[in-house]
């Protein structure tokens, strides 16, 4: 008997795209950017850049660990739980190469040290932390929809300041570290382009979809705030302002 043909939900994948990349054509990033293009980042103002994303993904052990465990066995086809493998090996390694440029550029003496320090530390009550623990409670949802929201949302905003990145630091060493970040980030997005293509089809899982994409879209912007007010030693205007969980979510 004939298997029936896979269905194929293109249209979804590439408007969840192109809704992120919109999104991502002015970001909070992009004065930092500006600035490293202009040779006006100190060493104090890298260090604080370094130590705020290699946070960032420190923290994803927390929700790549919520997610692992709600992925039930036979619910999907062996080749997501090997992508999904992948994923968790990108943003581990991203981790340790902030890390070991932090160490290279003598900001801290080991890693215990930059754990201590103000620039190395998770504070809960921020928006890096609202962003971690949104992304945590999406263990709530299928792993189709939450996979989505991430390399759809916000891994599309990460892959176009990466790539601003890579060509705004005239230090060799940091244009290798942001700009060699970016294959590994773009399959992330090709993930979730194939994930939404052949397991997102229902009305609810489509709503869904899109919902918690917007609001990690949302989330992580505002994350890209709070980071770049930090680096540029300003006053963030959303600083004091930490958003509910939404409905859904909590």
């Not at 490293?36 to 850049?49: H, K, M, T, V």
């Not at 189709?144 to 230090?171: C, H, M, P, Q, Y």
Request: net charge negative; hydrophobic share 45%.
């Amino acid at each position: 008997m004939n298997q029936p043909a896979t269905i194929i939900n293109a249209s979804l994948a590439s408007a969840m795209r192109q809704k992120s990349t919109a999104v991502a054509e002015r970001t909070p990033f992009d004065l930092v950017a500006e600035k490293a293009r202009a040779g006006e980042l100190d060493d104090d103002q890298i260090f604080r850049l370094l130590g705020r994303l290699w946070v960032i993904k420190r923290m994803m052990y927390y929700v790549y660990g919520g997610w692992a465990q709600g992925l039930s066995v036979n619910e999907y086809p062996p080749s997501i739980d090997y992508l999904l493998s992948k994923q968790i090996y990108d943003d581990s390694t991203h981790e340790m190469l902030f890390m070991d440029e932090i160490l290279r550029r003598g900001y801290a003496r080991s890693q215990p040290k930059v754990f201590a320090h103000e620039y190395g530390t998770f504070m809960q009550a921020s928006r890096c932390g609202h962003l971690i623990f949104t992304l945590r409670a999406l263990a709530n949802y299928a792993h189709n929809l939450r996979i989505s929201a991430l390399n759809l949302g916000a891994k599309v905003i990460e892959l176009t300041w990466l790539e601003r990145f890579g060509g705004a630091f005239e230090d060799p060493a940091l244009s290798r570290l942001f700009g060699g970040l970016v294959a590994e980030t773009e399959s992330h997005i090709q993930m979730g382009r194939f994930v939404v293509e052949r397991f997102v089809h229902s009305d609810v899982d489509i709503d869904l979809a899109q919902r918690l994409a917007e609001i990690v879209r949302r989330d992580y912007l505002a994350v890209l705030d709070e980071v770049a007010a930090f680096v540029l030693r300003v006053d963030s205007k959303q600083s004091n302002e930490i958003p509910e969980i939404p409905k859904g979510l909590d």
